[in-house]
């Protein structure tokens, strides 16, 4: 049976030679689901047609393309491997906040149950690990893999030990998006790496690149949560604030606005109203000010990084990705 054309999101229209390697990557991961059970089958190849902005094996892509490629295939398989694993851990933390939408579609779970997206999440980080074994042969890569893996992991835990915490500083949060987000990106980079010959000097700038990214883009993401609607946003606004996650914008005001602790305090009982009001006392107290400024921090030090690695067009590719996604409003 011939596969559905997947339509991948227009920003790489106007770059056709990464385009047509991440519709090979998604060909890859379609080819590596393999799973006795016919529902988490059809569900994640459903799932993975759909294209999407595909950064993360976009950046591992890149990156690799600075240098010599070693085996192109292999690359084209690690840029599933990081795929799969932001995938799975989007599954799952749908499962966790129980969320019906994703962007403007229904959630994973929404869409299959939670029983799939469970078994789905699961598959997809097993399928990670092997992926990892099977085409990384450097046993020093192999274990820097792992230690990423167990850092985004431990980024999740340390999100959930922060639930309802209203003592939080903006220290925490750092590392908290650090773990969940920045090292994702550091992952996508540093598989690029070692599918390629880099010097030193330059993995240690690319990685340095990825990281800031990842920090500017989780909180920019955070942002719109205060200055986007439902329909922007895809999701429901301020969601995250009565399931315990605390974002930039209210941490840099909670812990000077009495108010808006009182009003945490009422934890999942908090209503729309009073979600509203957060939203309102966190705008006119500067909040969003403070932390697009947090952002700004990360992006100039990112594009700086940038500036540092050799003249390429995967150089300027990056350059154009990223001020799309530190520019972008939904």
Same mark, same amino acid.
């Given at each position: 049976?011939?596969?559905?054309?997947?339509? #991948?999101?227009?920003?790489?229209?106007? @770059?056709?030679?990464?385009?047509?390697? #991440?519709?090979?990557?998604?060909?890859?991961?379609?080819?590596?689901?393999?799973?006795?059970?016919?529902?988490?089958? +059809? %569900?994640?190849?459903?799932?993975?047609?759909?294209?999407?902005?595909?950064?993360?094996?976009?950046?591992?892509?890149?990156?690799?393309?600075?240098?010599?490629?070693?085996?192109?295939?292999?690359?084209?398989?690690? /840029? /599933?491997?990081?795929?799969? =694993?932001?995938?799975?851990?989007?599954?799952?933390?749908?499962?966790?906040?129980?969320?019906?939408? +994703?962007?403007?579609?229904?959630?994973?779970?929404?869409?299959?149950?939670?029983?799939?997206?469970? @078994?789905?999440?699961?598959?997809?980080?097993?399928? *990670?690990? +092997? /992926?990892?074994?099977? @085409?990384?042969?450097?046993?020093?890569?192999?274990?820097?893999?792992?230690?990423?893996?167990?850092?985004? #992991?431990?980024?999740?835990?340390?999100?959930?030990?922060?639930?309802? !915490?209203? &003592?939080?500083?903006?220290?925490?949060?750092?590392?908290?998006?650090?773990?969940?987000?920045?090292?994702?990106?550091?992952?996508?980079?540093?598989?690029?790496?070692?599918?390629?010959?880099?010097?030193?000097?330059? &993995?240690?700038? /690319?990685?340095?690149?990825?990281?800031?990214?990842?920090?500017?883009?989780?909180? =920019? $993401? $955070?942002? #719109?949560?205060?200055?986007?609607?439902?329909?922007?946003?895809?999701?429901? %606004?301020?969601?995250?604030?009565?399931?315990?996650?605390?974002?930039?914008?209210?941490?840099? *005001?909670?812990? !000077?606005?009495?108010?808006?602790?009182?009003? =945490?305090?009422?934890?999942?009982?908090?209503?729309? $109203?009073?979600? +509203?009001?957060?939203?309102?006392?966190?705008?006119?107290?500067?909040?969003?000010?403070?932390?697009?400024?947090?952002?700004?921090?990360?992006?100039?030090?990112?594009?700086? $990084?940038?500036?540092? =690695?050799?003249?390429?067009?995967?150089?300027?590719?990056?350059?154009?990705?990223?001020?799309?996604?530190?520019?972008?409003?939904?």
């Amino acid at each position: 049976m011939s596969q559905p054309t997947v339509t #991948l999101h227009p920003m790489w229209h106007n @770059y056709p030679n990464i385009q047509i390697q #991440l519709e090979a990557v998604l060909d890859r991961i379609t080819q590596n689901i393999q799973t006795s059970d016919d529902a988490v089958q +059809r %569900a994640l190849v459903e799932t993975f047609q759909s294209g999407g902005k595909l950064l993360r094996p976009a950046f591992t892509i890149l990156i690799a393309s600075f240098n010599e490629v070693k085996d192109h295939e292999a690359l084209i398989q690690l /840029a /599933a491997t990081v795929e799969m =694993l932001h995938a799975a851990s989007l599954i799952h933390d749908d499962i966790i906040d129980d969320s019906p939408t +994703r962007r403007h579609v229904p959630s994973f779970q929404a869409r299959f149950g939670k029983d799939v997206a469970v @078994y789905a999440g699961d598959i997809l980080f097993a399928l *990670t690990f +092997r /992926a990892l074994a099977d @085409y990384t042969d450097d046993i020093q890569m192999i274990r820097k893999m792992t230690r990423y893996l167990e850092t985004i #992991l431990n980024g999740e835990l340390t999100q959930r030990v922060n639930h309802y !915490n209203l &003592a939080m500083t903006i220290d925490n949060y750092k590392e908290q998006i650090a773990g969940k987000t920045a090292a994702l990106f550091e992952l996508s980079a540093q598989l690029g790496l070692s599918a390629s010959r880099p010097t030193a000097d330059f &993995a240690n700038k /690319a990685l340095s690149f990825a990281n800031n990214v990842g920090m500017a883009f989780q909180i =920019l $993401d $955070d942002i #719109l949560d205060y200055t986007s609607d439902d329909t922007k946003l895809g999701k429901p %606004a301020l969601h995250d604030i009565r399931e315990g996650v605390y974002t930039a914008p209210l941490i840099l *005001t909670m812990q !000077n606005h009495q108010g808006i602790s009182e009003l =945490l305090a009422k934890r999942e009982t908090i209503t729309d $109203d009073e979600l +509203r009001t957060i939203k309102t006392l966190v705008v006119a107290d500067g909040g969003v000010e403070k932390a697009q400024s947090l952002a700004l921090q990360y992006t100039e030090q990112a594009m700086s $990084d940038l500036d540092n =690695l050799p003249d390429h067009e995967s150089k300027d590719i990056l350059i154009g990705i990223s001020q799309l996604l530190l520019a972008r409003e939904d």
